[in-house]
């Protein structure tokens, strides 16, 4: 998992200041700088938000309606270190999230009244359920949420990785997928693999990837390689079917998420009972 920036996002997070944290210019693009030919069909901040240890976005899936309540999609391990085998569903939460526009500013601070879903197992995900709707956010904020898609992408599919707490758009490829991707204790199912253009840092975990070309998040960000370790925390290895491992160093990972819009029912609700969740259960 990417170590998050405690101190500099809390200030973004909480605070609301504009600035980015120490050093975010060293890596991705401002929102501000790209070119007009990028922004025509490129990607914004908006809707993304600032956790006091991570990133995240507000979504929506395919069959949501804006009466729903509204949802917020970051990494399960920006909740807790879950093991192995935890799941969490449903748990009262009452955590702050920063809303950011497109160009990063915080416009309100939403808090979740639960944490509707959160593992760490074959995949790192939490969803939290806000005590708001999505046509109160955009009444009151004009901000919409971005749809979590529910296929999955493909080998090739230019993607944004978009960290509102940083400020940053990282452009890059999907290189390919883990078939199994390893760090310390945890064990993560197909696992989306960036080419080398998206070199994420602390705090941009929980971060949605998104499909350029629709605007939709097919990955939630959550890991890198960092100094060519293998299969320790903060350096993960890929395991193909055959047991062979792989190690990439400076390579960066994110979780799928094509799985989630089917365990998600009438009013947002969680089911993962539901025909077609193949989500880990408790």
């Known amino acids: 998992m990417r170590r998050p920036l405690v101190a500099a996002l809390f200030v973004l997070a909480v605070a609301g200041t504009g600035a980015a944290p120490a050093g975010a210019a060293s890596f991705g693009v401002t929102p501000a700088a790209r070119t007009t030919a990028q922004t025509?069909?490129?990607v914004s901040l908006a809707g993304t938000v600032a956790l006091s240890n991570c990133s995240g976005?507000?979504?929506?899936?395919?069959?949501?309606?804006?009466?729903?309540?509204?949802?917020v999609l970051s990494n399960g391990h920006c909740s807790s270190l879950m093991d192995p085998g935890v799941v969490i569903t449903n748990r009262?939460?009452?955590?702050?999230?920063?809303?950011?526009?497109?160009?990063?500013?915080?416009?309100?601070?939403?808090?979740?009244e639960k944490l509707a879903y959160g593992t760490m197992t074959d995949t790192d995900v939490a969803v939290y359920q806000l005590p708001t709707t999505y046509a109160a956010i955009k009444n009151s904020y004009?901000?919409?949420?971005?749809?979590?898609?529910?296929?999955?992408?493909?080998?090739?599919?230019?993607?944004?990785?978009?960290?509102g707490p940083w400020k940053k758009l990282l452009d890059c490829d999907i290189d390919g997928f883990a078939y199994r991707?390893?760090?310390?204790?945890?064990?993560?199912?197909?696992?989306?693999?960036?080419?080398?253009?998206?070199?994420?840092?602390?705090?941009?975990?929980?971060s949605p990837v998104i499909d350029r070309s629709t605007g939709e998040i097919v990955a939630?960000?959550?890991?890198?390689?960092?100094?060519?370790?293998?299969?320790?925390?903060?350096?993960?290895?890929?395991?193909?079917?055959?047991?062979?491992?792989?190690?990439?160093?400076?390579?960066?990972?994110?979780a799928q998420t094509y799985q989630l819009p089917a365990c998600f029912t009438t009013g947002n609700q969680?089911?993962?009972?539901?025909?077609?969740?193949?989500?880990?259960?408790?």
């Open 57 to 71: 976005s507000l979504v929506r899936f395919p069959q949501s309606v804006d009466t729903d309540p509204a949802l």
């Open 40 to 42: 025509a069909n490129a």
């Open 181 to 206: 991707l390893k760090e310390g204790k945890w064990t993560w199912k197909e696992s989306v693999r960036y080419t080398p253009a998206c070199q994420t840092i602390g705090g941009t975990s929980g």
């Open 270 to 282: 969680l089911d993962l009972s539901a025909p077609g969740c193949t989500l880990p259960k408790p």
């Open 220 to 254: 939630v960000h959550n890991t890198g390689n960092e100094n060519g370790a293998s299969c320790t925390l903060d350096n993960p290895c890929e395991v193909d079917p055959d047991g062979k491992v792989t190690v990439r160093k400076g390579i960066n990972y994110a």
């Open 142 to 163: 004009g901000l919409s949420a971005l749809t979590v898609r529910d296929t999955p992408p493909t080998v090739g599919t230019a993607v944004t990785v978009a960290s």
């Open 92 to 112: 009262a939460a009452n955590r702050p999230f920063g809303l950011l526009d497109s160009s990063g500013a915080r416009v309100a601070t939403l808090n979740a």
